[in-house]
C-alpha cells in the first residue's frame, strides 16, 4: 500500500530554516504533481506549495512565496521543501500529498515550530 511520510520537522527560532522530505513507498509518484500542505492548531489544512511532476512548474501561496521553495528528486521518490525566514505563522503541522491531494494518502506529517 502505499504511504508517504514526512520528516524533518523541529523547533527553530524565527528568522531561522528547516528543510522538509516527504519519501513515498509502495508505489512512485513520479508522474504525479506533488505538494506540501499544513495545518494549524484550530485551523483547516490549507495549501502551501505544489510541483508538476518534472519538477518544471511549482506554485506557492502568497503567505510563503519567496520564503518556502519545493523541489523534487523523482530518482528517490522525494519530494523536499526548504523553509527559510520562518515566522511563528508558520507553525503547523506540514504534510505532503498529491496535488491536488488524495484523501487516503495523508500520512503522519511532521510538526514544526517557530517561537518568536
Known amino acids: 500500500q502505499a504511504q508517504l511520510v514526512e520528516s524533518g520537522g523541529g523547533l527553530v527560532q524565527a528568522g531561522g530554516s528547516l528543510r522538509l522530505s516527504c519519501t513515498a513507498s509502495?508505489?512512485?509518484?513520479?508522474?504525479?504533481?506533488m505538494g506540501w500542505f499544513r495545518q494549524a492548531p484550530g485551523k483547516e489544512r490549507e495549501f502551501v506549495a505544489t510541483i508538476s511532476w518534472s519538477g518544471g512548474t511549482t506554485y506557492y501561496a502568497n503567505s510563503v512565496k519567496g520564503r518556502f521553495t519545493i523541489s523534487r528528486d523523482n530518482a528517490k521518490n522525494t519530494v523536499y521543501l526548504q523553509m527559510n525566514s520562518l515566522k511563528p505563522e508558520d507553525t503547523a503541522v506540514y504534510y505532503c500529498?498529491?496535488?491536488?491531494?488524495?484523501?487516503?494518502?495523508w500520512g503522519q506529517g511532521t510538526q514544526v515550530t517557530v517561537s518568536s
Open positions: 500529498n498529491t496535488s491536488p491531494p488524495r484523501p487516503g494518502s
Open positions: 509502495g508505489r512512485t509518484f513520479s508522474n504525479y504533481a
